[in-house]
């Protein structure tokens, strides 16, 4: 049964409760849903509902079409100023000797040992010290480009940014300007956690605040780069809390449709100070990923990023609204090792990825940062000879 016909079967069935099926009747006019909508899916939506929906208008949206692109991460320090709650990664001021700390050389080590493989994109994440300064990254996002001009860069968060900006004496459009112009293209997603301060001062008090994450991706779109946007859920967070978090993204994504793709993080608790957190089910994780394709009418894509959730509940994503599944990040990130993902070395072939699209009936696209298809891959075949583990020879039959 295709995803229109088991829409309208839903609609028809007499045991729906009434709430439910107004919401779905919105979802096939195309009508926004509310906030109280979004809370009321979170309590009574079932799985199986839920991924109706989102099945529904993932197909509306991208067909089968499923999207990875060849990235690598660099992750300059795990040494980091703040004290989030949740986070396994980082290593404080005082306990610096169990990290590290690169330098741009280092960083510039990373970018070259991908010299003629055919990544498309770098994503640069970690901790915030203060040697890691405006100049810093200015002077690395340069070299980059210098070296590697159509490297896509994807860099930092408003959390590293608030910091340098604020050290630099710069407003946040005017740092944001000079970073781009030096060389940096857009923004990953991550920082945002829970927005409301009811939590966020729990879990991460000592960090930018909603709104200055906010401004910071406001200023980034104003400057006509894309960035993206995450939500770390599943821990002391109620569900309304999740709903005001996107109502937020929701909100700024109408005024300056700059934002790509919003990325659902679950929270895991391996070695952090939320470790007595229990993580939430699989079940949650997938109502979390439909309700969040429901919500965010104006996100044109829904991302689970393997490397946290495991590949096969990223393959079960594919059919609760989840559109895009990451890039093959050849073990260039620690952040969800660290904190217990299943994934310990994550590194995926794109013949892997591709497989792992195909194996549930999708179609797979290698896309670039922007969404350009470099590869569709739905009638490729791998010449396994020629493959080496980032680059895989498509053979078209
Ligand atoms: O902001 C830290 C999260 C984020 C834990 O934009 C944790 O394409 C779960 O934002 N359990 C950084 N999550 C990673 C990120 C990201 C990842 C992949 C793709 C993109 C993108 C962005 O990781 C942090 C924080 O929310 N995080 N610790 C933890 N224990
Ligand atoms: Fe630092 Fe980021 Fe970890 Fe918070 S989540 S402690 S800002 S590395």
Redesign the pocket.
Known sequence: MNATKKLSFLLNDENLDTDLKIIAQKVVDGERISFDDGVLLYHKGELNYLGVLANYIREKKHGDHTFFNRNFHIEPTNVCVYDCK????SRMIKQREEGWEMDVDGMMDVVKKYDGEPVTEV?I?GGVVPKQNLEFYADFFRQCKAHRPELHI?GL?PVEYYYIFKKAKLSHYEGMKYLHECGLDSM??????IFHPEVREKIAYDKCTAEQWLDIHEQAHKLGMRT?A?M?YGHIEEFWHRVDHMERLRTLQDKTGGFQ?F?P????NKE?QMSDVPEVSVIEDLRNYAIARIYMDNFDHI?A?WA?ISRNTAQMSLAYGVDDI?GTLDDTTK??SM?GAEEQKPAMSTKELVELIKNVGRHPIERDTLYNVVVDYKDVVFEEEKEKKYYALPVVN
């Not at 990953?188 to 956690?193: I, K, N």
């Open positions: 949740f986070c396994s990664y994503h994440t994807k968060t990953p997603g991550g920082g945002a956690e993206n995450t770390l793709t990325i993080l679950k929270f895991r952090n991302k990023y946290m990451d952040i969800y904190a």
